[in-house]
């Protein structure tokens, strides 16, 4: 069985670019997202299989306090209203893909979520915390 990668690259300043990336399984489900709860801060490579049963997006942002802000839609969260929160995304990835992500972590916490219509108001989304 032969499996496709389809790698898109985000990072936040100060990212090296170098190989040195720690690798983080994160698989996503409908309406769940699994990621460890503690990533060690720095260079980080998200490596994220959508298990489906629909296409499912990944976002990454700093969290706060607060909820995410919607859209007028109330369905999907105001992505940019987030950009400087941003550090990643990765587009809608078909049921059965595995996408990779690399980020820089600062110690702190973060979120993930997924964007499609209703998922983050379904409970697609997960928190952790860079150390």
């Known amino acids: 069985m032969m499996t496709v990668v389809a790698v898109a690259a985000a990072c936040s300043s100060g990212h090296s670019g170098g190989g040195t990336a720690r690798v983080v399984e994160v698989t ?4 769940t997202i699994h990621i460890p709860a503690r990533i060690p801060a720095g260079d980080v490579r998200l490596v994220v299989r959508n298990r489906g049963p629909e296409q499912h997006e990944l976002i990454i942002v700093r969290a706060s ?3 995410l802000p919607l859209r007028s839609d109330a ?11 941003t550090l990643g995304t990765l587009e809608p990835g078909p049921v059965g893909s595995t996408r990779e992500l690399d980020v820089h972590l600062r110690p702190g916490t973060y979120e993930v ?13 997960a928190t952790f915390t860079a150390t």
Do not use: K, W
Not at 28 to 31: I, P, V
Not at 75 to 85: C, F, I, N, R, S
Not at 113 to 125: D, V
């Open 75 to 85: 369905a999907t969260v105001d992505e940019e209203g987030l950009e400087p929160q």
């Open 65 to 67: 306090e607060d909820r």
């Open 113 to 125: 979520f997924c964007n499609m219509a209703g998922h983050y108001l379904g409970g697609m989304s």
């Open 28 to 31: 996503e489900r409908d309406f």
